[in-house]
Structure formats: structure tokens, C-alpha cells
């Protein structure tokens, strides 16, 4: 019960912030980590009950899915395609200031 409550106490956090301080907790040992396993183990070997409401939800409202399919394939495709381009950008941002500032940093040594 104990692991159980560490994990729903970082969850209240919101899922993925929750997660990550109850991996920092785990790393620093401020959680003991042999509480937590146990109720790990269990979710995890639990899983695939927590996907059959969403696809019972898929199967019930399958026409809706079909009479929207373009819509949501067009939508799907340029989304990704808007990630990957600001992301990429983004990269090339980041590692363009990282270039100067090495250059700049290499001056100054010299």
C-alpha cells in the first residue's frame, strides 16, 4: 500500500511532471525504492486493462472514425509534419548559438 501511495501522490502532480519527480525521488533515495516495486509491478503487469475502455470507445464510435477518416489522416500527417520541421529548427537554433558561442569562447582563449 505504501508504494502504491508514492506513486498516486506523484501522480496528483500530473502525469508526466509526477513521474519524473518520483524517478528524481527514487534516484536520490528519498523514496526507498523496494516500497515502490511492488506496486510498479502489479500497474505494469496490469496494463493492458487500462487500455480496454479506449478501445471499446474505438469500437463503439468506429462509423464516427470512418466518416472523419481524411480529416483525421490529414490532420495526423501535417501535425507530424509541423513537429518535425519546428523541431528541426529549433536544433539548428540551439546548435548555430552553441557553434558562436564556442568560437567566441576559442577567441578570448587565444
Same mark, same amino acid.
Given at each position: 500500500? =505504501?508504494?502504491?501511495?508514492? +506513486?498516486l501522490?506523484? &501522480?496528483l502532480?500530473g502525469?508526466?511532471?509526477?513521474?519524473?519527480?518520483?524517478? !528524481? %525521488?527514487?534516484?536520490? #533515495? &528519498?523514496?526507498?525504492?523496494?516500497?515502490v #516495486?511492488? !506496486?510498479a509491478?502489479?500497474l505494469?503487469g496490469?496494463? !493492458?486493462?487500462?487500455?480496454v475502455p479506449y478501445g471499446?470507445?474505438? *469500437? @463503439?464510435s468506429? #462509423?464516427v +472514425?470512418?466518416?472523419?477518416l481524411?480529416?483525421?489522416? /490529414? %490532420?495526423?500527417?501535417?501535425? =507530424? /509534419?509541423?513537429?518535425?520541421f @519546428?523541431?528541426?529548427k529549433t536544433?539548428? %537554433?540551439l546548435? #548555430?548559438?552553441?557553434? *558562436?558561442?564556442? +568560437?567566441?569562447? *576559442?577567441?578570448h !582563449?587565444?
Amino acid at each position: 500500500m =505504501t508504494g502504491l501511495f508514492y +506513486i498516486l501522490f506523484f &501522480w496528483l502532480a500530473g502525469n508526466i511532471i509526477g513521474m519524473i519527480l518520483l524517478f !528524481a %525521488s527514487l534516484c536520490l #533515495r &528519498w523514496v526507498p525504492a523496494d516500497r515502490v #516495486r511492488p !506496486a510498479a509491478r502489479f500497474l505494469l503487469g496490469s496494463m !493492458a486493462l487500462f487500455f480496454v475502455p479506449y478501445g471499446v470507445g474505438l *469500437m @463503439v464510435s468506429y #462509423r464516427v +472514425i470512418l466518416e472523419n477518416l481524411w480529416a483525421i489522416l /490529414v %490532420s495526423g500527417v501535417i501535425s =507530424t /509534419v509541423l513537429v518535425i520541421f @519546428v523541431a528541426g529548427k529549433t536544433f539548428q %537554433s540551439l546548435n #548555430r548559438r552553441a557553434r *558562436m558561442r564556442h +568560437i567566441r569562447h *576559442m577567441r578570448h !582563449a587565444e
